[in-house]
């Protein structure tokens, strides 16, 4: 679970992530490019922020454990906020809010267990370390843009990544846990 072979420095920063498929992940990726350029954007809903892991490998097997039998889910990319502590601006979870926040609390325990510095709150981040004095014109623009973006603010988390962070700070895909499919009647309805 390292990168060995890659030419970068691992640190002991883990996170448990969701990305979210195109077109919804190319246009959140172009708006945080456009908002804080320089940027290293891929669109995600982060299960387990970042944390440090005594035992990955253990963390892993636990995360797959705990996740063998957790049905694939829908989740809704609703409004935009600025978390006020951080000036972190981002976009909010509709539905599949409540499915975040109990596999939050399923996960973060055992070789997976981090004493957060905020609570837990599902988001899709879209600008962070913003300069002084910039949050209402990014928050403004951010705000206009996700009010005309056309498609379906709805998707599928079929898979959960766990990643690892860099000493150049960029998130490495260590391993993927496949959710169970949701199962269908005859009709066509999820179970």
Known sequence: MSADGCGLDCINCYALVAYLPDPLAAFLDELRLRLIPGCKPHAHV?????????????????????????????????????????DVIYVDIGQGRDTLIDLHAQLNRDALWFDEPFPYHPHITLAQEIQPGRLEELEAIARQAWSGYPYPRMFPVEDLVFVQNTVQNNWLDLASV?????????????V
């Open 46 to 86: 982060t299960l387990l922020p970042p944390r440090p892991l005594a035992d990955p490998e253990e963390a892993l097997r636990q995360l797959r454990r705990r996740m063998a039998d957790v049905p694939a889910f829908e989740v809704q990319a609703s409004g935009l906020a600025v978390f006020p502590r951080t």
């Open 178 to 190: 496949r959710l169970r499919e949701q199962s269908r009647d005859l009709e066509g309805a999820l």
